[in-house]
């Protein structure tokens, strides 16, 4: 079973800064099926990264997605208020067919 | 646009099933995919198992196998998820959500449907 550990577990960071959160698989991810999610308070989570780095309709090219294999990267630049919330990874392929890690929380310091 | 529309809130004792429908609109519905998805309280999100609509066929997560059915009704663009013998640690938000283009991921979700299940 492949499991998705994120990293940290919390990130506290200011307005205006770069955040970088991590997503460590326990076996490689096929053929990089890797997407990010975003979720607020009270809300459905949003996809934001699919296919490891293309963005989906309607997010700002201050998300970016990179890595391969085992260790993915969700960089968000210049954050502004409203990308303070939970940010999910999850991956496809491996049993279970699907997979989420437990989540990065980004909150404001 | 995509929607997916969930049905409301349900209360259940233990041992109960629950059946939660997600009515799609806005896209054609057998041409995607269907997954379900759980969130507990201040939990993560825990995949559940997903159903091809085009071909009937479903994958579930092992820790679901014999207890979660997954169907569609094309005639009405609804998918359905049933959960049987329902425990208290059962208790969470399930959403569903549409597989995007290539079906690896999940590009539009329904609201979320609150299941609780107490005595």
Same mark, same amino acid.
């Given at each position: 079973?492949?499991?998705?550990?994120?990293?940290?577990?919390?990130?506290?960071?200011?307005?205006?800064?770069?955040?970088?959160?991590?997503?460590?698989?326990?076996?490689?991810?096929?053929?990089?099926?890797?997407?990010?999610?975003?979720?607020?308070?009270?809300?459905?989570?949003?996809?934001?990264?699919?296919?490891?780095?293309?963005?989906?309709?309607?997010?700002?090219?201050?998300?970016?997605?990179?890595?391969?294999?085992?260790?993915?990267?969700?960089?968000?630049?210049?954050?502004?208020?409203?990308?303070?919330?939970?940010?999910?990874?999850?991956?496809?392929?491996?049993?279970?067919?699907?997979?989420?890690?437990?989540?990065?929380?980004?909150?404001?310091? | 646009?995509?929607?997916?529309?969930?049905?409301?809130?349900?209360?259940?004792?233990?041992?109960?099933?629950?059946?939660?429908?997600?009515?799609?609109?806005?896209?054609?519905?057998?041409?995607?995919?269907?997954?379900?998805?759980?969130?507990?309280?201040?939990?993560?999100?825990?995949?559940?198992?997903?159903?091809?609509?085009? !071909? =009937?066929?479903?994958? #579930?997560?092992?820790?679901?196998? /014999?207890?979660? $059915?997954?169907? %569609?009704?094309? *005639?009405?663009?609804?998918?359905?998820?049933?959960?049987?013998?329902?425990?208290?640690?059962?208790?969470?938000?399930?959403?569903?959500?549409? !597989? =995007?283009?290539?079906? #690896?991921?999940?590009?539009?979700? /329904?609201?979320? $449907?609150?299941? %609780?299940?107490? *005595?």
């Amino acid at each position: 079973e492949i499991v998705l550990t994120q990293s940290p577990g919390t990130l506290s960071l200011s307005p205006g800064g770069r955040a970088t959160l991590s997503c460590r698989a326990s076996q490689s991810v096929s053929s990089n099926y890797l997407a990010w999610y975003q979720q607020k308070p009270g809300q459905a989570p949003r996809l934001l990264i699919y296919d490891t780095s293309s963005r989906a309709t309607g997010i700002p090219d201050r998300f970016g997605g990179s890595g391969s294999g085992t260790d993915f990267t969700l960089t968000i630049s210049r954050l502004e208020p409203e990308d303070f919330a939970v940010y999910y990874c999850q991956q496809y392929g491996r049993s279970p067919m699907f997979s989420f890690g437990q989540g990065t929380k980004l909150e404001i310091k | 646009q995509v929607h997916l529309v969930q049905s409301g809130a349900e209360v259940k004792k233990p041992g109960a099933s629950v059946k939660v429908s997600c009515k799609a609109s806005g896209y054609s519905f057998t041409n995607y995919g269907i997954t379900w998805v759980r969130q507990a309280p201040g939990e993560g999100l825990e995949w559940m198992g997903w159903i091809s609509v085009y !071909h =009937g066929n479903t994958d #579930y997560a092992q820790k679901f196998q /014999g207890r979660v $059915t997954m169907t %569609t009704d094309t *005639s009405t663009s609804t998918a359905y998820m049933e959960l049987r013998s329902l425990r208290s640690d059962d208790t969470a938000l399930y959403y569903c959500a549409r !597989h =995007g283009g290539d079906g #690896y991921y999940f590009d539009y979700w /329904g609201q979320g $449907t609150l299941v %609780t299940v107490s *005595s």
